[in-house]
């Protein structure tokens, strides 16, 4: 199964939990270590979002997903999770595996920052008592590191690059600063509403003193690489007030509890049939207690009072469904070719689910499934409603369509 078009960059020092959170998250077998740089390599896997699926509201008794799962009348659509390197203080400066750690985050639609909430590890991510070291600095850190870097890369010979602008006459601002920040995947429109936003874009590009620059580069970076925190290991006593903590020192970065050692040792158990667990639940039932020892039956105990209970779930889907659903602003729309029967040319029930940008139109869905049908598009059908809708309907999350085509496409 293929991961959708969302990319989710995990990123931390390490030994914060990084790579048990991808495990958990991916159930792909990786290093999991208690040492500095572990993954060297970035892991590349699929992780899943969790929405309720479409058949459940439609009253379906049923569906046939193909390009997702359904597990008890839950959705996951997946999307590509990204574990780079840990991250070290001088990052930016090629210290550890910064320059690496660096160009693989460029690759992230969004950004899953894991910091240890219990504060122990330190900035170098060798680990100390529980407390020692702030995860309030450790997020500072990482914002630090990722921020400099692409000021750094922005402003490397700026004043030749700024003269040429201004002087060339036959390129606008957006389209060059655009083409400055290629290599960082930052999206146009990002550029256009910063600049319009601070007013630089009435500016000369020679004449943005340091601060521009940096105020720049600072919105940029929040609206090009938006941020979830991922306050790990909540279980540890005294994390709970740092999670707090987090929240008051960045409102404007989701926070999201979590323990991903608890969501692996759940799947792993789930897997093996001695525990009843869909990921992203807030509770799980033991199937047979017999079966487990006592160390195993005390260990989800505590999972069920320190996590479950405290935090409503081990927070690993959580994360994920917080960074595609509210700070990329994802909706999950079902596309079909038969409006009346919710299925494709095969007879499959909701075989298929995509995400798109909430605002997006049936054409945009189109272009989605294939560039020739979204050029090509017609009108869509919703099989909701049954209506005929044109380009300039806007889709709402759930939405199943029929995309119409001319020249025989679907």
Same mark, same amino acid.
């Given at each position: 199964m293929e991961a959708g078009n969302i990319v989710l960059g995990l990123v931390g020092k390490t030994n914060v939990g990084k790579s048990t959170f991808f495990a958990a998250a991916t159930e792909v077998p990786v290093k999991i270590e208690n040492r500095p740089f572990v993954t060297i390599e970035p892991n590349v896997g699929v992780g899943y979002a969790r929405k309720r699926c479409a058949h459940v509201e439609l009253?379906?008794?049923?569906?046939?997903?193909?390009?997702?799962?359904?597990?008890?009348?839950?959705?996951?659509?997946?999307?590509?999770?990204?574990?780079?390197?840990?991250?070290?203080?001088?990052?930016?400066?090629?210290?550890?595996?910064?320059?690496?750690?660096l160009d693989d985050v460029r690759k992230a639609d969004a950004l899953l920052l894991v910091v240890d909430a219990s504060g122990s590890t330190d900035p170098e991510g060798v680990p100390v008592?529980?407390?020692?070291?702030?995860?309030?600095?450790?997020?500072?850190?990482?914002?630090?590191?990722?921020y400099e870097w692409m000021l750094q890369n922005l402003a490397s010979d700026w004043e030749r690059f700024a003269r040429r602008v201004d002087t060339a006459g036959n390129i606008d601002l957006v389209t060059a600063l655009s083409q400055r920040l290629s290599g960082f995947e930052i999206p146009r429109g990002v550029v256009a509403e910063v600049l319009e936003e601070t007013g630089l874009g009435e500016k000369r590009l020679s004449s943005w003193g340091r601060e521009d620059l940096r105020l720049f580069v600072k919105l940029v970076l929040e609206r090009g690489k938006p941020a979830v925190i991922v306050a790990n290991k909540v279980d540890v006593p005294g994390a709970e007030e740092n999670v707090e903590r987090l929240r008051s020192s960045y409102p404007g970065i989701p926070v999201v509890p979590a323990s991903a050692l608890a969501e692996l040792m759940l799947r792993r158990l789930a897997r093996e049939g001695r525990v009843r667990y869909i990921p992203g639940d807030p509770d799980f039932t033991v199937k047979d207690p017999g079966g487990l020892g006592g160390k195993a039956l005390k260990a989800l105990e505590l999972v069920r009072e320190r996590v479950m209970k405290r935090w409503g779930g081990t927070g690993v889907v959580q994360a994920i469904n917080k960074a595609v659903f509210d700070v990329l602003d994802m909706i999950a729309v079902y596309p079909v070719e038969d409006p009346?029967?919710? @299925? #494709?040319?095969?007879?499959?029930? /909701?075989?298929? !689910?995509?995400?798109?940008?909430?605002?997006?139109t049936p054409?945009?869905?189109?272009?989605?499934?294939? @560039? #020739?049908?979204?050029?090509?598009? /017609?009108?869509? !059908?919703?099989?909701?409603?049954?209506?005929?809708?044109?380009?300039?309907?806007?889709?709402?999350?759930?939405?199943?369509?029929?995309?119409?085509?001319?020249?025989?496409?679907?």
């Open positions: 009253g379906l008794p049923r569906c046939d997903p193909v390009n997702s799962l359904c597990i008890e009348g839950w959705r996951f659509i997946p999307v590509k999770l990204l574990d780079v390197a840990g991250l070290v203080p001088g990052a930016h400066r090629g210290r550890g595996l910064g320059n690496r750690f008592k529980p407390g020692s070291y702030d995860p309030v600095e450790e997020v500072g850190l990482m914002l630090g590191e990722i009346n029967r919710y @299925t #494709d040319r095969e007879g499959r029930i /909701l075989p298929d !689910v995509v995400l798109v940008k909430r605002g997006s054409r945009d869905l189109a272009y989605r499934i294939h @560039t #020739d049908l979204g050029k090509t598009f /017609l009108y869509a !059908v919703n099989a909701k409603t049954k209506q005929r809708v044109g380009e300039g309907y806007r889709l709402q999350d759930g939405d199943v369509v029929k995309i119409v085509a001319a020249a025989g496409k679907r």
